[in-house]
């Protein structure tokens, strides 16, 4: 945080499902000197697709979906009159493990982040902007993919927002409530909620996020144009909900590191579904040129690295926004950690390893770990 003139961050750590380290550092707001403590509430940015993953097995468990189920059939919008060319027909072959798994077709790099090009999509589809996740979804029918869909990776925010769409077909409730009610207060989480785009939406408890410089971005709101804060407005992240819409604290991110430690013993899903959470994607996705699996793959909301051949494996999401920097960390040892940050690195990522090198540094060098178990001091 010193190198980096971050203002606030806050830490938790989990050993063998007990919360064993909870603390804040610095400032949740630094003009108003209030302090960042561990239940303090901070934007989880792409952390949030380790939650619809988890959401979207809970159906496949419960037999309301299937990984091969083709997701625009189950999102069943029409294209934007001036989104640009006729569908492409690869879009109707996009399954819901492809969404999962980053490998549906669309590719940030080579073409553009549809989730952060809100005022040109509400122009194509004549609403008002930012456009809602279905407006996204109705531009984006009229887009070419960028590669054959399930013949490679590429990360996409926009896969997860499609699968958010999913979720709400299926069990006809809108994404956040579902996910509150059958994933978060089955592990005890009550204050997670979806966060707000503009600063007057700033939840109680929730951290002021600060960027370098204190940029300034093009407003998505509104008519007219005007500069605003880069995290107040310079995206819509009401249109981000599935994929990093969600605001948390680190201890209930924490409940969730200590809710898939074990998988005989985890509230959420059965052993066989949480196999299917860590299930490399299908071949050709991350294989060697022998076609052997490759030691690091995103599976389902985590990324997972083999670390001995008899399938031990860490896992761990981060996520970053204007504002905003987030890693949960869930090692194959027990132990878990939760850090959030209300500033990232603008200028490259050697910050964000360092926490993540860091971390795993100090935690290979504590020799005994307390017995005690703080989640019950953090509750409800």
């Known amino acids: 945080m010193q190198d980096s003139a971050i203002p606030g961050g806050a830490l938790a750590v989990v050993k063998d499902r007990r919360l064993v380290y909870a603390r804040g550092y610095g ?17 989880i940015a792409s952390v949030s697709k380790t939650f619809t993953a988890v959401a ?27 989104a640009g060319q006729p569908p492409d027909p690869r879009l109707a072959t996009i399954t819901v493990n492809q969404l999962l798994h980053h490998t549906g077709g669309w590719d940030r790099d080579k073409s553009f982040d549809p989730m952060f090009r809100s005022r040109r999509i509400a122009q194509a589809c004549g609403v008002p902007s930012p456009p809602g996740p279905k407006d996204v979804i109705r531009y984006m029918l009229g887009q070419p993919l960028d590669f054959e869909p399930g013949s490679r990776f590429a990360y996409s925010n ?17 994404y956040e409530p579902f996910v509150r009610e059958h994933i978060l207060r089955r592990i005890g989480i009550r204050r997670m909620r979806m966060g707000a785009s503009l600063e007057t939406g700033r939840l109680p408890n929730e951290v002021r996020y600060y960027t370098k410089g204190q940029g300034t971005a093009e407003s998505v709101f509104g ?38 430690d074990d998988p005989a013993h985890s509230p959420l899903l059965a052993p066989s579904t949480l196999r299917l959470l860590y299930q490399s994607p299908d071949p050709p996705v991350a294989r060697k040129p022998d076609g052997t699996l490759q030691d690091h793959y995103y599976a389902c909301g985590w990324s997972v690295r083999k670390i001995s051949a008899s399938g031990r494996a860490n896992y761990w999401h981060d996520g970053s926004l204007p504002g905003t920097f987030t ?10 950690w939760a850090v959030l940050f209300n500033q990232r690195s603008e200028d490259s990522r050697l910050p964000d390893l360092a926490i993540d090198r860091g971390l795993h540094r100090a935690a290979n060098a504590v020799s005994a770990w307390p017995e005690r178990d703080l989640f019950p001091l953090f509750f409800p």
């Open 327 to 336: 890693l949960l960390v869930r090692r194959a040892d027990g132990l878990s």
């Open 56 to 82: 979207v097995l809970k159906l496949v468990e419960t037999g309301r979906l299937k990984l091969g189920d083709r997701a625009f059939d189950l999102v069943p919008l029409a294209p934007c009159a001036a």
């Open 223 to 260: 008519e007219k144009p005007r500069r605003v804060p880069w995290p107040y407005g310079g995206f819509c992240l009401e249109a981000m909900d599935a994929h990093g819409g969600w605001v948390a604290s680190v201890v209930d991110l924490a409940r969730i590191a200590a809710a898939l």
């Open 158 to 174: 926009f896969g997860y927002c499609v699968l958010g769409r999913v979720i709400e077909r299926v069990t006809g409730l809108a």
């Open 27 to 43: 400032w949740a707001d630094r003009e108003a000197k209030i302090q960042v403590r561990p239940q303090t509430l901070f934007r």
